[in-house]
């Protein structure tokens, strides 16, 4: 194998696929990057069994061949070379020798043998906007719950219908749900497709996906789920189980609305929220008919308050919320003013977007 490419494109790929190989594996191969030649480009290949990434990289192929190298070695070495062109040659013993300008490395590496094979897409996929796939993992990953007994929900629900898509996601403390109607363009499926994409899986697809324009390809078979881009495929195994119905905790009667500033409620409970340090203690929220009083209590260090302008046309309410349920869900709400849904100080109430029903929050109240 040998082959000449530039160091950065190197570096962008070897990058973003090393953060998701497994060093702690007991089978060694795991914790390496499996580089091949793919005529016209450089296929790097990196999984965990759970996740797969594999990227295409432009470079001169001067002689076909593949190589596993150590994932971290590899980026380590990579990432410390000057921006320029370098060569990457494989003997018959697999040492890789990588040159560039002054610098020279050897490294041992692995045979491609005793790599996992990569998932293949049998079929033509649903064409999304890559931004809006984006966002919908950026508007859920918060709330996935880290209860390992709780299985399905270390996940976020992936629903596709023949009209659009969903995701949802809860800890059983809060739920956050987004909706997006599918493009003309978009592969129709029949029937409703319900898919539950790992924690990780998600995570790492919001870092590979490039915050840019352009479309994605996503294929869910055989309990994988398979995104593509021009230089970019993700495998990622799907939890297996049954996602709760999450459609009975939206609350239905909540009909009192409180229409506030995205903007000012978020900072208002950043600056309250210093007090509490720590620990989980709720801050108190009283509704009046145009002021919003955020208060905490911390027995320990003191207490803090701030008002806020609102539109509230009901009876005086007082509930108590983790602050940090609000703001996690405030720093993604895309809209400048947002609205929370009421019942009672004791019922679970919903955060939205004003006049925008496609990203919803359902947050369980404190008892005070």
């Known amino acids: 194998m040998h082959i000449k490419v530039s160091r950065d494109d190197l570096l962008n790929g070897v990058g973003p696929i090393q953060a998701v190989v497994e060093t702690k594996r007991s089978l060694p191969i795991l914790s390496h990057l499996l580089l091949e030649t793919s005529p016209p480009h450089l296929s790097i290949f990196g999984t965990d069994l759970d996740v797969g990434v594999r990227k295409r990289v432009s470079g001169q192929i001067i002689r076909d061949g593949s190589i596993a190298l150590s994932a971290r070695k590899l980026y380590e070495i990579v990432r410390e070379l000057p921006a320029t062109s ?8 697999l040492t890789a020798t990588i040159t560039c300008g002054n610098s020279e490395f050897k490294i041992k590496g692995l045979s491609r043998n005793d790599f996992p094979s990569m998932r293949e897409s049998k079929q033509k996929g649903m064409i999304l906007d890559r931004r809006l796939f984006r966002d919908m993992i950026r508007r859920t990953l918060f709330a996935v719950s880290s ?7 270390n996940g976020i629900l992936f629903r596709v219908t023949p009209t659009g898509v969903t ?6 403390h809060r739920l956050a749900m987004t909706n997006e109607e ?15 994409i790992p924690r990780k899986a998600a995570a790492e697809t919001l870092k590979l996906l490039r915050e840019e324009p352009g479309e994605i390809e996503v294929d869910i078979s055989e309990n994988h789920l398979l995104i593509q881009t021009d230089d970019t495929l993700i ?11 999450f459609e009975q905790v939206i609350p239905v009667n909540a009909t009192k609305e409180v229409v506030v500033n995205r903007e000012a409620l978020l900072t208002g409970l ?3 929220s210093t007090i509490l340090g720590e620990r989980s203690l709720p801050t108190t929220l009283k509704f009046t008919s145009s002021k919003l009083m955020l208060s905490c209590v911390n027995l320990d260090l003191g207490e803090a308050r701030e008002r806020i302008d609102i539109e509230y046309q009901h009876e005086e309410m007082s509930v108590g919320f983790n602050a940090r349920y609000i703001l996690d869900f ?6 400048e003013q947002a609205t929370i849904r009421l019942q009672d100080p004791l ?5 939205a977007g004003k006049d925008d029903t496609r990203y919803t929050c359902v947050i369980m109240p404190m008892r005070l």
């Open 86 to 93: 370098l060569e990457l040659v494989v003997d018959e013993d």
């Open 182 to 196: 599918l493009s003309n363009n978009s592969r129709q499926v029949p029937a409703p497709i319900d898919a539950i």
């Open 147 to 153: 209860d390992q007994t709780r299985y399905t929900l």
């Open 270 to 272: 950043r600056r309250t």
């Open 235 to 245: 495998d990622a195994r799907l939890i297996e189980g049954q996602f709760p119905n």
């Open 347 to 351: 019922s679970p109430a919903l955060f």
């Open 330 to 335: 405030l720093s993604v709400l895309p809209t």
């Open 167 to 172: 995701m949802v996601a809860t800890d059983g």
